[in-house]
Structures are given as C-alpha cells and as structure tokens.
C-alpha cells in the first residue's frame, strides 16, 4: 500500500521560511516524479512544482518565483518543499503527490498525502 505523509507545515511571518517533507513508504520514489499543489479555501488545487525521480529535471508555477525550491532524497524516499519569502497569499493547505507523470494537472498523479497547512499571517 502507497503512503504519502506530509510534515512541516505550521504558522509562519510574511517573509519567513518553511521546509515541508513528504515521506513515502509503499513505492520506489526513485521510479517515481513527485509535485507539490495546494489548495486555499474556496479554491482549486493548483500546481506548485514537480520534481522528476532522477532530480535532474524540476518544474515551477510561475508564482513560486525562485521563492520555493523542490528536492528529494531517493535513500530516505522523501521529498522536500522548501518555501522561501513566505507571503500571505501563500497560506493554503499543501498536498505532495507521485506517480509516473510530469504534468501540473492533479488528475496526472496517481498517490497523494494528506495534506499539510502553511498558514502565512502576521
């Protein structure tokens, strides 16, 4: 059975910093691309970024703007989302997610975590 866990998440100050992990048990994150969406209230899930099983290839939504950075650690089959310059609009609930696609549709993968909340607030 495929678990995907998110941790990491918490309050933090507009301009402050957060690393959330996603640790997987069940697959081989090696043989798998793993993203990171959130979801605010009212919205729709939407991409954040996506990091291939190698780790040479990384993708971003364009609001991230050099301000998040994805990594993985295929030994610990975990995955990182460091998030930088936190700003209110960041605050939502962020989901990691594998499977064998590249995309930035939630549709394309096939596991998910449950989801952690990063709440930006002064």
């Known amino acids: 059975q495929v678990q995907l866990v998110e941790s990491g998440g918490g309050l933090v100050q507009p301009g402050g910093s957060l690393k959330l992990s996603c640790a997987a048990s069940g697959i081989i994150l090696r043989n798998a691309g793993m993203a990171w969406f959130r979801q605010a209230p009212g919205k729709e899930r939407e991409f954040v970024g996506y990091?291939?099983?190698?780790?040479?290839?990384?993708s971003y939504a364009g609001f991230v703007k050099s301000r998040f950075i994805i990594s993985r650690d295929n030994a610990m089959n975990t995955a990182y989302l460091q998030m930088n310059n936190l700003k209110l609009e960041d605050t939502a609930i962020y989901y990691c997610a594998a499977g064998q696609a590249a995309g930035i549709e939630p549709a394309e993968y096939e596991y998910w975590g449950q989801g952690t909340q990063v709440t930006v607030s002064s």
């Open positions: 990091i291939s099983g190698s780790g040479f290839s990384e």
